[in-house]
Each structure stands twice: as C-alpha cells, then as structure tokens.
C-alpha cells in the first residue's frame, strides 16, 4: 500500500517519479500497464525498443570532419549542425507521434523505467510549472509535463554492455562513448488559452491523469511540444566534461512550417564555469562555457540557470521556500541549477541532491528547501567539471553514471526491485 501511494504522489508531482517505483518492474516493460479502452484511444502505443547493438556501432558524429572545440563562437553553429544532423531520424517523432517509428529509426530505451511510463507515447511526466513562473508572458495556470527519451546506436552499444544481465549490470561498462546522443523533448499539458507561447505546437497525446484535476482516472490528454534536448558525447568539443547539452524551443513566431522547423536554439553548455562558482553571483556576464540565443523566444531565456548557465524553461532551476545552510531565508531563487550541474549528480547509489543542498532527497511542495549558500565552496561541488564515469561524490563504492539521469533511476528501480533496499533512495520529491 505504502509504494503505491508514493508512486501516485510522485506519478502526480514529481520530476523524479523513477526512483520512488516500488518493486516488481518488468524490466524490458515499454510502460505502467494502464492503458486506455478502445473507445477513448484508437491509435498506437509506442513500444519500447531493448534491441542493443550486439557490437559497438561506430562515432558517426562529425569531429573527425574538424569541428574542434566548442566556444561561445561557435556554439550556435554546433547546435544547427547537431539538429541536422539527427533531423532525418527525429522530425517525425516531433511533427507526426503517431507513424514514428523510433526502433526503425534507430533510437532506444533505457530498461528498467516502464513504471512510470505512460502507453501512447511511453513519456515520462514531469514536474509542475507554478502558475506565475511565466506569468508576463501570460500564463493563467499551473501546468506540468511529458517527456520522452531515447538514446542512439552509440550509447545503445553501451546500454547493451551494462545491461547484458538486467539482474546484475555491469557498473564498469558505464561510459558512453564518444558520439553517444540522447535526445529528450517535452510535450506541455497546457492549451494556448492558458500559455500563449505553444499556440500553434504539434499536439501529443498521452494517457495520464489530467492535470487540471478534471479526472481522477486516466484520460487521452493533449500536451503541446515545447522543448527538445540533445546531448552528445563529444570530448574534443567538451574536454571538461565530456558533454554539449544543448536545448531547442518552441517558438511560435519562427519561420517555417512544422513544429520541428521552429523548434530554435535556447542555448547549448558544456561546462559548469567552475572558475566563476565562487562568486556570490555565479560570474553573471562571464560565462565561457555557456551559449544562449540573443534570437530565443523572450519566455525560455527568462529561466536560465545559476548566473545565466543554460536550463530550459521546463528545467525547474527556481526553487521556493528556501533555508540557505548559513541560517539565512529567501521566499524564492531563481537561479539555483543548471543543465550540467544538476546532471553532474548522476552517481549511483544516488546520494546527492539534484540542486546544491545539503540533504539527498527532496520536501514535498511548500515544505522548506535546502540550500547551501551561493558561491560557497559547498555550493561550488554542483559546478564542478569533470569525468562523467569519476562520481560527484568521493564516497567508496559510489559510481558515477557519466551525467545520465535517466541511467541513474534505472538502477535505482533495479535496486528497488531486487531487494537492495539499502541502495535506494526512496522518495525523490521535487515538488
Ligand atoms: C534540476 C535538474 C535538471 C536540470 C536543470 C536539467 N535536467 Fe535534464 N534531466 C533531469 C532528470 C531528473 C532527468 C531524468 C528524466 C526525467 O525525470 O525527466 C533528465 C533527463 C535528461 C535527458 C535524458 C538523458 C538523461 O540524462 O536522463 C536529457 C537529454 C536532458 N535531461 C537534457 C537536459 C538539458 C539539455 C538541460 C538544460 C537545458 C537539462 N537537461 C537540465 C534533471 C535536470
């Protein structure tokens, strides 16, 4: 009883349903198992593609062809040819959900996650958007969010290696290798009415339970596509980290016909600054190793990160209620994280908080948050750069997840699932 009402909580509320699934997760399931009646869904249900590469495909991503090391002189460049390059295999999974066919398009799943997957598009959901987050862009109410996830053949290779046994995977197989992509994009459970800025968006459908509350069951809802995120493993761009993040927005007012043409680049990152994490202000104005689109729809850059660090719109880096560790206040902080530093906290078991605070896991909404004090060397852990595969946190037997969140829950739930209880971090609440 007690594991189903954290899933219902964290079903309904959280960025980070993954980790709160209890046990009993078919681990190469395509979704939870709730699936609509033929009356409300006569369309297709996505399924989950586990057929990894029996051998390592090879890095088809371009820096052979000299791209060299990313700046925010190229970074705007990056970003259009990393869009090219996976738009053959990736527009119809934007612009028509319903004929893409993402195993044929060589793209997969993470095993381990059907738990909190819902069955049309196997989205995950996602975290609440507070009713004024936008509010001067006219927002008129609280919304939340649907994501899907894949990976490419390259970082398919390795899923393979790690996941051989799902029962016992390999730990030393974690490291993606260069050329791995993964791609996330996000449908808003919002209409126009109450959010302008997706007027005009592709609608997803997926079978959740309505945000609006207008249903205590499952229901065919519409979400309209807002953001799309690439990252790839590309070290000779990324030394420090080994990883461009890069997010493309929705921006209704843009050239072009479909959705996927006017998705536009917000920004790519691939460095926390470390040298600037010191600063009480995170080095607003300095920033090397973070690129925003001057061009990008006003909303999505109104919610950068940690001293204008990239976050996207949907990335929560604003937190409310917060008590700093130096016994100081704030009703609100807008800029607590980043893309790179909250997945810098990828480790397994998964013992530090997504945003730079003390306690591992998360208060339910309205209840206190923690942080430590911007700019403090505490602080200053969550914007470090360095190897994916070295863990954020120098505990014995901690393993670093190479900045993959998804990756992260997957073992989580499979410690959950195999008894490991002692290895699980219970309730990761975000909100
Ligand atoms: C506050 C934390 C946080 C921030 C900021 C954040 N992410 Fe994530 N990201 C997550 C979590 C947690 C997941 C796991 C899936 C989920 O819950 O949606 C995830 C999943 C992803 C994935 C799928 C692969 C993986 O690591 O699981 C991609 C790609 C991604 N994020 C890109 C980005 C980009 C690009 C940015 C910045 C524009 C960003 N993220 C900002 C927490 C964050």
Not at 311 to 334: C, H, V, Y
Not at 360 to 365: D, E, G, L
Request: hydrophobic share 40%; aromatic share 12%.
């Amino acid at each position: 009883m007690r594991s189903v009402q954290t899933l219902a909580l964290a079903m309904a509320t959280g960025l980070l349903p993954l980790a709160a699934v209890g046990a009993d997760v078919d681990p190469y399931g395509s979704n939870n198992g709730t699936f609509p009646t033929a009356e409300q869904w006569q369309g297709p249900f996505r399924i989950a593609n586990f057929d990894f590469p029996k051998h390592q495909p090879h890095d088809r991503w371009l820096n052979g062809k000299g791209m060299g090391e990313i700046s925010t002189g190229n970074a705007e460049a990056y970003m259009e040819t990393l869009r090219t390059f996976v738009e053959p295999s990736v527009k119809a999974m934007i612009d028509a959900p319903l004929e893409w066919d993402h195993a044929a398009e060589g793209w997969y799943d993470m095993p381990w996650t059907a738990g909190d997957r819902e069955p049309l598009l196997g989205a995950f959901s996602g975290q609440t958007i507070l009713a004024d987050a936008f509010a001067e862009f006219g927002q008129k109410a609280a919304f939340t969010n649907h994501a899907v996830i894949y990976y490419n053949d390259v970082a398919a290779g390795m899923l393979g290696r790690i996941w051989a046994n799902p029962f016992s995977p390999d730990f030393r197989a974690i490291d993606f290798p260069e050329g791995s992509i993964v791609i996330k994009a996000l449908g808003a459970e919002v209409t126009p009415e109450n959010f302008p800025p997706v007027e005009g968006s592709q609608i997803w459908n997926v079978f959740a339970k309505p945000f609006d509350g207008s249903s205590n069951t499952e229901q065919v809802v519409d979400t309209r596509v807002i953001q799309f995120d690439i990252v790839v493993k590309d070290s000779i761009a990324a030394p420090g980290t080994g990883w461009v993040f890069s997010t493309y927005i929705y921006d209704k007012d843009a050239a072009g016909e479909t959705t996927w043409d006017k998705l536009v680049p917000l920004g790519a990152m691939w460095g926390n600054d470390p040298e600037l994490a010191l600063q009480a202000d995170g080095g607003t104005g300095k920033l090397m190793e973070t690129w925003v689109n001057p061009d990008a729809p006003a909303y999505s850059s109104a919610t950068l990160g940690w001293g204008g660090r990239l976050s996207g719109p949907m990335d929560l880096a604003e937190r409310q209620n917060i008590l700093f560790t130096d016994g100081t206040r704030a009703e609100t902080m807008t800029e607590v994280s980043a893309c790179l530093s909250c997945h810098s906290t990828g480790q397994t078991p998964f013992i530090a908080n997504l945003y730079p605070g003390p306690n591992k896991s998360f208060p339910p909404a309205g209840q206190t948050f923690f942080l430590h004090k911007p700019g403090s060397p505490e602080w200053a852990q969550w914007y470090r750069n360095r190897e994916g595969t070295l863990p954020f946190s120098s505990v014995e037997g901690v393993v670093g997840t190479d900045y993959n969140m998804l990756l992260t829950f997957a073992i989580n739930t499979f410690y959950a699932s195999t008894g490991q209880t002692e290895k699980v971090t219970r309730h990761i609440d975000v909100h």
